[in-house]
Nanobody, 124 residues
Framework: EVQLVQSGGGEAQDGGSLTLSCAGVGFTFEDLSLGWFRQAPGKEREAVSCISSDNGPSYYSDSVKGRFHISRHNAKNTAYLQMDSLKPEDTAVYYC?????????????????WGLGTLVTVSS
């Protein structure tokens, strides 16, 4: 069992940057993939990015590829999502997630634990 505590989020302008953090509390943290999903009002939750355990391979959705960068520091029990070149369509609640899988099918993977979410608002 992993508890995930999120920080970051807020408001940015079109083309701006924000950084999200996800801190884990639990004895299985280092063995799990970490990532973020997002959900805009009236829309389904969608995968954003994930990173495998031990700083292994990462995955990015087509909509954020080249603009977002995910990393993790297991000694700090923390993952980071650096979001650059933000667009208004990135506006959503972002949820940190822990799972056993990270890859192209991340959208369909079962999630072990969820963070409470943080709102990202990008203004045009």
């Amino acid at each position: 069992e992993v508890q995930l505590v999120q920080s970051g989020g807020g408001e940015a302008q079109d083309g701006g940057s924000l950084t999200l953090s996800c801190a884990g509390v639990g004895f299985t943290f280092e063995d799990l993939s970490l990532g973020w999903f997002r959900q805009a009002p009236g829309k389904e939750r969608e995968a954003v990015s994930c990173i495998s355990s031990d700083n292994g391979p990462s995955y990015y959705s087509d909509s954020v590829k080249g603009r977002f960068h995910i990393s993790r520091h297991n000694a700090k029990n923390t993952a980071y999502l650096q979001m650059d070149s933000l667009k208004p369509e990135d506006t959503a609640v972002y949820y940190c997630a822990a799972s056993e899988f990270c890859g192209p099918d991340y959208d369909a993977t079962p999630v072990n634990s969820w963070g409470l979410g943080t709102l990202v608002t990008v203004s045009s």
